[in-house]
């Protein structure tokens, strides 16, 4: 079972990525996906969930207005759009899967991603 993020890179402060996660082996309609992301030097930290049917999103506060998660079951996809980047957004995003638990907590996902890099430029 593996999860797959792609879609990072380098962009200058202000600019926007899109980032996708698919799996090969898992339906993602049935999870809660969540995005992590992890900078250097740092713990890995939430940014956002997306329940099932995609009705709920959570993220965190400083993120909300800029970040958007969102998901294409029938293409079994999930996306992070990312706007209005800054240098402190630069980190490893990370992708994940759960069946319940807590959205906030890694530990409560049980997939994860290899990650995908994403640096911002002042």
């Known amino acids: 079972v593996q999860l797959q993020a792609s879609g990072g890179g380098l962009v200058q402060t202000g600019g926007s990525l899109r980032l996708s996660c698919s799996s090969s082996?898992?339906?993602?309609?049935?999870?809660?996906m969540g995005w992590f992301r992890q900078a250097p030097g740092k713990e890995r930290e939430f940014v956002a969930a997306i329940k099932e049917n995609g009705d709920d999103v959570y993220s965190l506060d400083s993120m909300k207005g800029r970040f958007a998660a969102s998901r294409d079951n029938a293409k079994n996809a999930v996306y992070l759009q990312m706007n209005n980047l800054k240098p402190e957004d630069t980190a490893v995003y990370y992708c994940?899967?759960?069946?319940?638990?807590?959205?906030?907590?890694?530990?409560?996902?049980?997939?994860w991603g290899q990650g995908t890099q994403v640096t911002v430029s002042s």
């Open positions: 082996g898992l339906s993602l309609s049935a999870y809660v």
């Open positions: 994940a899967a759960m069946y319940a638990g807590n959205y906030y907590s890694e530990r409560s996902y049980d997939y």
